[in-house]
Nanobody, 124 residues
């Protein structure tokens, strides 16, 4: 079974940048689609970015397109989310997730392993 641990988020000013990492252990993530999701207070969890098993296909929510970049290093068993031009509306708990049944999926219900989440707060 894969276990996922996100790096610490933090407080960043609007317009700033932050990189989140998600370290996997227990099993190689080579055959897992990987995704980043977020949940803001009072809102439902939403997909932020997804990357296919090989890393050749990505998806971004419209709200982060052009500002966030998802990447993976299968050799290091790690997935990254580079966030730039951060806005106050990016404030949320960010979750890393792995899908063992799909090479690429944007549906949260198809992810079977989740990290504990990390808080990202953007101050305006």
């Amino acid at each position: 079974q894969v276990q996922l641990v996100e790096s610490r988020g933090g407080l960043v000013q609007a317009g700033g940048s932050l990189r989140l990492s998600c370290a996997a252990s227990g099993r190689a993530i080579t055959n897992y689609a990987m995704g980043w999701f977020r949940q803001a207070p009072g809102k439902e969890r939403e997909v932020v970015a997804v990357i296919s098993t090989s890393g050749t296909r990505t998806y971004y929510a419209d709200s982060v397109k052009g500002r966030f970049t998802i990447s993976r290093d299968n050799a290091k068993n790690t997935v990254y989310l580079q966030m730039s031009s951060l806005k106050s509306e990016d404030t949320a708990v960010y979750y890393c997730a792995a899908s063992g049944g799909f090479y690429f999926t944007t549906l949260a219900s198809e992810y079977d392993v989740w990290g504990q989440g990390t808080q990202v707060t953007v101050s305006s």
